[in-house]
């Protein structure tokens, strides 16, 4: 639902429209905020007694809702007001990561980095043609025209009425977003330390994303099912051609542009499977945290489908973990000298 403005307002770390190495503030503003201020006060006792508003509010909120981190919050904290839990469970702390990736992704795309991202499922309605990803910038523009982010018009409609139709059923659908970036030079990430692997790091960060429930890179799923002949990506190499991979090249893609853990300088592209938000207006069964009886799940505000929005959040993702092993390879303490570093590593061939 789009209540919210969404805007972002610097505080500190930015001067002139330039970073000066301080820390960098940001801070978005809730509109929905006035409305639990008193409820949500950090140091004035709760109000004595509540406004009929603040009763619906308040409503229910011992009664988790399955799939939400209501009950298994409520349990690692000892909270029987489940409020405690949800709101800092709640996917609206996403926001904020889309700003902070929109900041470095200011610095990679100064190093040829591109990113889009698109949806291919939402429930049952499926983009059931092949991803011509060769014009990246055609392909991201076409996902920007569609209101769920998917580049063929008549499966959008697909898309849109099944949202509609979930709720008319006051239900809600999950679905499968791709997510590509260009441009990233081989050899970020590594294969010393198994935490530094790039392919680990990018599918904790987006298996981090609420709702989001499964990630494969390139091929996934599917190579499991081939040969190795056909899972694995040929060589080629031509001295002329593109010096982040230090010429060398492939036809194919099925890596989805990580192998052992590092980047071999392909596009990476990467699927996340998102299942179906957990807060239905047809409430599932429960059972009430304080009596133990069992009961209706309580109804908290939420849309039918947030696929459109993960994304974007994916995205996000992608440049923070990016940006992150990029600086490991080539960063310094200015612009200056990461330049000198990354052009250093493109005159210099492997």
């Known amino acids: 639902m789009k209540i919210e403005r969404d805007e972002a307002r610097i505080l500190s770390g930015v001067r002139h429209g330039l970073t000066t190495g301080a820390p960098v503030t940001l801070v978005i503003e809730n509109r929905d905020w006035p409305n639990w ?7 004035a006792p709760p109000p004595a007694k509540l406004s009929p508003r603040q009763q619906r509010l308040v409503k229910d909120i011992t009664k988790p809702r399955p799939g939400h981190g209501d009950l298994a919050g409520g349990i690692k904290w000892r909270q029987y007001d489940l409020r405690n839990v949800l709101e800092r469970a709640s996917a609206r702390e996403t926001a904020i990561r889309v700003v902070a990736g929109a ?16 949806v291919i499922r939402i429930g049952s309605a499926v983009l059931d043609r092949e991803v011509d990803r060769a014009d990246l910038g055609s392909l991201a523009a076409k996902a920007e025209a569609s209101e769920v982010r998917c580049i063929d018009p008549a499966a959008s409609r697909r898309m849109i009425e099944a949202i509609k139709q979930a709720r008319r059923k006051k239900d809600s659908l999950g679905g499968v977003v791709e997510v590509i970036v260009r441009g990233a030079p081989a050899g970020l990430g590594s294969c010393a330390q198994w935490d530094l692997r790039l392919d680990s790091r990018l599918a904790a960060a987006l298996m981090s994303i609420p709702s989001v429930k499964a990630i ?3 091929l996934g799923f599917e190579a499991a099912g081939r040969y190795g002949s056909e899972v694995h990506d040929e060589i080629y190499y031509d001295p002329q051609g593109d010096p982040a991979r230090q010429c060398f090249h492939r036809t194919t893609n099925y890596a989805g542009g990580v192998e052992a853990g590092i980047t071999n300088g392909e596009d990476i592209v990467a699927r996340l499977a998102v ?4 807060t239905l207006n047809r409430p599932l069964r429960t059972v009430d945290v304080v009596t133990k009886k069992p009961a209706r799940a309580m109804v908290e505000r939420a849309d039918h489908c947030v696929v459109p929005a993960v994304a974007v959040i ?7 973990v990016l940006a992150d092993a ?3 390879k080539f960063g310094s303490d200015s612009l200056v000298e990461i330049e000198r570093s990354y052009r250093a590593f493109l005159e210099s061939p492997y």
């Open 37 to 43: 201020a008193e409820l949500m006060d950090p140091l």
């Open 103 to 118: 900041l470095v992704r200011q610095l990679l795309e100064r190093f040829d980095f591109r990113f889009a991202s698109h």
């Open 216 to 218: 494969e890179i390139g």
């Open 275 to 278: 299942k179906p938000i957990s």
């Open 314 to 320: 994916g995205e996000a993702m992608a440049a923070l």
């Open 326 to 328: 990029f600086m490991a």
